[in-house]
């Protein structure tokens, strides 16, 4: 199984940047999928965005889509997600997920085995 460990959570004001990373124990497989869910206070978990390491396809939960940009680096068999124009809401634990959901299912946690620590992101007002 994938180990995933994720770097680059912290505080920031709104409209400010962050990074994300997340970084793959071994090069993920073939239909492998690596995405970013978020759980803010009392609420549910809520898919942010996801890649497929076969392609490159992208996939972005509304409420990001135009701010965050997911990528990957295959030398580094890591994942990145750029924050950017960041608001309270965006306010969460975000962690990264890997495993190989079919397509109609990549927004459903459920289909992830692999999970990292998760990291804490803070955007003040």
């Known amino acids: 199984q994938v180990q995933l460990v994720e770097s680059g959570g912290g505080s920031v004001q709104a409209g400010g940047s962050l990074r994300l990373s997340c970084a793959a124990s071994?090069?993920?497989?073939?239909?492998?999928?690596t995405s970013w869910f978020r759980q803010a206070p009392g609420k549910e978990y809520e898919f942010v965005a996801g890649?497929?390491?076969?392609?490159?396809?992208?996939f972005y939960g509304d409420s990001v889509k135009g701010r965050f940009t997911i990528s990957r680096d295959n030398a580094k068999n890591t994942v990145y997600l750029q924050m950017n124009s960041l608001t309270p809401e965006d306010t969460a634990v975000y962690y990264c997920?890997?495993?190989?959901?079919?397509?109609?299912?990549?927004?459903?946690?459920?289909?992830?085995?692999?999970w990292g620590q998760g990291t804490q992101v803070t955007v003040s007002s």
């Open positions: 071994e090069r993920p497989y073939t239909n492998f999928v």
């Open positions: 890649i497929r390491w076969s392609g490159g396809a992208t």
């Open positions: 997920a890997g495993g190989r959901p079919i397509l109609s299912a990549t927004r459903d946690r459920r289909m992830y085995n692999s």
